[in-house]
């Protein structure tokens, strides 16, 4: 088997390097993607964000704030956390984007005329994230702090209608930005990646939509079933080529910005390797396949467009999947792409390891398994068509 695969293997590499137009694809547009979109950033209404609460203060007031915070549209409030450390894995998890720490004696503090302290936490590696999230939490807990403490100046004519906005003000905010380096809300660090990763799955798409019509070609499918005519070793060498070619060049292409603007690469480079193959491996198999299945390159081309250029929006890279209508909601995790940069995001600004990666492995296995699947139909669709044309008689 093994043999036979790699024979079906260099038949097909022999074949791609027939066509400059794939090895062009394949080896240079990657990188002049990731060179046009590093340009393009060189020199830039979210809703339901999950919010966690550590309260330590358990007053009136606190649940107060909290009521306020939720009673927009900005906030859904995904429960308490007894200390703020608890944040972390469930912002690396993608349960909560943001930690509001409420202190100990803050209603004390407040009725006594002092001064106290509310920290926010945001998990920025989302911009739209966080900029809906540190404008919502700043104008409830400014609009909250002026409101309960202006009536009290003016009862006790400690200030003038005119002036009470500029002393009422006992609750403060202070903002932790997490996983935004620069704390400027960097545009490059949270786009960047995501442009090329949509270039990556497109033209992976693109180079094998003639992989499998190829073999409809008088002869093609009888030459391979000549080599062949077992079922896996198509499944499996068709694609691999394109893998080999594909992976370094797409790695290359995800590194450059990092190189050029410095975007952050903060993870394990082996684990960025291994989702990236698992990606490509998972494109073309079920790319080879539907081209089989279809017969004709221009269609599979149409059919792969059609579900390559909204996907990226769909992912939630840039528009977060909670934000989204179900349905859409829906359609963001069915597809390959969305459990892929979720997990690129994660690795390259949160440090994130695999044991915060359990969705992303799960999503991609299921998808590994429709892959497969496809693939073997169209291995068992060029088969029968080699047979096919083996019990016409010749003119």
């Not at 809906?132 to 009536?151: K, L, N, Q, W």
Request: net charge positive; charged share 15%.
């Amino acid at each position: 088997m093994i043999r036979a695969t790699c024979r079906v293997a260099a038949r097909e590499f022999a074949a791609l390097v027939a066509s400059p137009t794939c090895l062009v694809l394949a080896l240079l547009v990657p990188l002049a993607y990731a060179l046009l979109f590093s340009g393009i950033y060189w020199n830039k209404k979210v809703t339901h964000v999950p919010l966690v609460v550590v309260d330590s203060d358990h007053s009136a007031l606190s649940r107060q704030l909290l009521t306020a915070l939720q009673a927009g549209e900005s906030f859904r409030f995904a429960g308490y956390l007894d200390k703020p450390e608890d944040f972390l894995p469930l912002a690396i998890k993608g349960r909560a984007n943001v930690l509001v720490v409420f202190p100990p004696g803050m209603e004390r503090d407040v009725k006594s005329g002092k001064e106290t302290k509310v920290a926010v936490f945001v998990d920025a590696t989302s911009i739209l994230i966080g900029n809906v999230s540190i404008a919502a939490a700043s104008t409830v807990f400014t609009t909250y702090s002026v409101g309960i403490d202006a009536r009290k100046y003016l009862l006790r004519g400690m200030a003038s209608p005119t002036n009470v906005l500029t002393v009422a003000r006992p609750i403060t905010d202070e903002y932790r930005l997490w996983y935004n380096p620069a704390f400027n809300y960097n545009y490059t660090n949270f786009m960047l990646l995501g442009l090329v990763m949509i270039a990556v799955q497109l033209l992976t798409l693109l180079l094998v939509a003639s992989a499998g019509s190829r073999e409809h070609e008088p002869g093609r499918a009888a030459e391979l079933t000549r080599i062949t005519r077992r079922l896996t070793p198509v499944v499996f060498g068709k694609p691999l080529p394109y893998l080999v070619i594909m992976l370094p060049s797409c790695m290359v292409a995800l590194y450059l910005p990092a190189a050029l603007l410095d975007v952050p690469m903060l993870g394990s480079p082996w684990l960025l390797v291994a989702f990236t193959a698992w990606l490509i491996a998972l494109l073309t198999v079920v790319g080879t396949g539907v081209s089989a299945l279809v017969g004709d390159a221009l269609q599979t081309t149409e059919v792969f467009a059609v579900v390559a250029m909204p996907s990226y929006l769909l992912s939630g890279y840039t528009w977060p999947t909670f934000a989204m209508p179900p349905g859409l909601q829906v359609v963001s995790y069915a597809l390959p792409l969305s459990p892929y940069v979720m997990a690129v995001r994660r690795i390259t600004l949160q440090n994130a390891g695999p044991e915060y990666l359990g969705p992303q492995i799960l999503a991609l296995s299921i998808w590994s398994g429709v892959a497969l699947l496809v693939g073997y139909l169209g291995a068992w669709r060029l088969r029968r068509l080699a047979r096919r044309k083996e019990a016409t008689p010749s003119a």
